[in-house]
């Protein structure tokens, strides 16, 4: 994959934060029909994880991955309810929908638990988190969203899990729209759990989530599980001794994964594709500024993931009108998910390269004139590039 490759099929452009565009190699790799239980599937199941702990810098030794059918909240959920004490308290730093949601399964699945939340834009800090462990000392563990996704913010990971390990908590990741594409070390930041699902940067297609996560704890969640499917411990016990999955895996999902797998060690792993990424958010950034958008977030906060624009407050323009226009020329982009101001977001990640971007721009600005929006007039353009 390079910056200017532009694919020859009529589907559309997926500038979501996944599922998201894949490449024809990912696609034909599900062509074939797989045996849940035959060993050449179990091969394929076991390479892969080992190839997740080596991304991970996670030594194979002290963690252990572990494939969970379903999106990516099923990963989440299994792993909350592995990890965290039914007798501890859990911290949860929310800056949007995902923190939210983080609280939804911990009531579903019994956890108690105090939330950090800093609303639609703005990071936790180091010292909010470590003033909170020292005013609750019977928090136990801490959940994070990495990039979250609803406004498009990288949360500042490594200097929240040093506090947290100062503090002797588990600390549990939600790296489901940043693992791949966002470089992140256990070797060198010290977190628990880290949660991330086939869609997202390593470009694979929808139908698991994985869970990398210390085996002291996956050991010591054995009858924790709050349901018989989603059961962590016990998905990594049947897998560890027969290589299988428990109930039917989604076999074309994991064999497309594998292709997808090998597709980004050839792109340069996780640096070679942060930077495509991190390009493409640069040049849509730049190109929507000059249009006269502004960005939801500062500059340092932005990922190389998403970018959440504010809407134009021309009364020309209606989101779904937008949407419909810019799906009418072959792009999805994603509606906003800010509680307080009008805004739309457009992804960065899948095989996507600045061509790509160039034609979006492109096609933005021949849509406001087609909807009669103006380009500036109340649009406030943010200063700077990304």
């Not at 800056?95 to 949601?101: D, I, L, Q």
Request: proline letters at 5%; aromatic letters at 8%.
């Amino acid at each position: 994959m390079t910056d200017n490759v532009s694919k020859d099929i009529k589907d559309p452009y997926l500038l979501t934060p996944g599922p998201l565009t894949t490449s024809h190699a990912t696609k034909a790799a599900m062509l074939r029909d797989w045996g849940s239980w035959d060993d050449d599937f179990n091969q394929v199941t076991a390479g892969i994880r080992t190839q997740l702990l080596a991304m991970a810098e996670a030594a194979s030794d002290e963690y252990a991955c572990v494939p969970m059918q379903g999106s990516g909240t099923f990963a989440v959920e299994s792993a909350l309810a592995c990890a965290t004490d039914p007798n501890g308290k859990v911290l949860v730093l929310m800056n949007g929908a995902y923190g939210k949601r983080a609280g939804q399964l911990l009531d579903t699945i019994g956890r108690v638990y105090i939330t950090l939340d800093k609303g639609d834009y703005l990071p936790p800090q180091p010292n909010e988190v470590a003033a909170l462990l020292e005013q609750y000392p019977d928090i136990t563990a801490v959940f994070l969203v990495h990039c979250e996704t609803s406004s498009g913010i990288l949360n500042p990971l490594e200097a929240i899990a040093e506090v947290v390990n100062a503090h002797g908590k588990t600390l549990i990741v939600d790296a489901m729209s940043s693992f791949g594409g966002v470089p992140i070390s256990l070797a060198k930041t010290p977190i628990d759990v880290l949660v991330s699902s086939a869609n997202k940067c390593i470009e694979g297609v929808p139908g698991f989530g994985f869970v990398i996560i210390r085996k002291a704890l996956l050991e010591a969640g054995e009858g924790c599980a709050h349901s018989l499917s989603l059961d962590l411990h016990d998905q990594w016990s049947y897998m560890e001794c027969t290589g299988q999955w428990r109930f039917t895996p989604p076999t074309h999902t994991v064999v497309a994964f594998q292709a997808a797998l090998a597709q980004h060690r050839e792109e340069g792993g996780v640096p070679g594709r942060c930077a495509r990424y991190t390009r493409n958010r640069d040049a849509l950034v730049k190109g929507m500024r000059a249009l006269g958008f502004s960005t939801l977030l500062e500059d340092e906060w932005l990922s190389p993931i998403i970018t959440t624009f504010l809407s134009p407050t021309d009364p020309a323009f209606e989101f779904n009108a937008f949407y419909a226009a810019l799906k009418a020329r072959g792009f999805l982009i994603y509606p906003g998910k800010l509680t307080e101001v009008e805004s739309f977001r457009i992804g960065c990640i899948g095989q996507l390269g600045t061509t790509v971007i160039a034609e979006l721009l492109s096609a933005i600005q021949n849509t406001l004139a087609e909807m009669g929006v103006s380009l500036f007039p109340g649009l406030s353009s943010q200063s700077g590039s990304a």
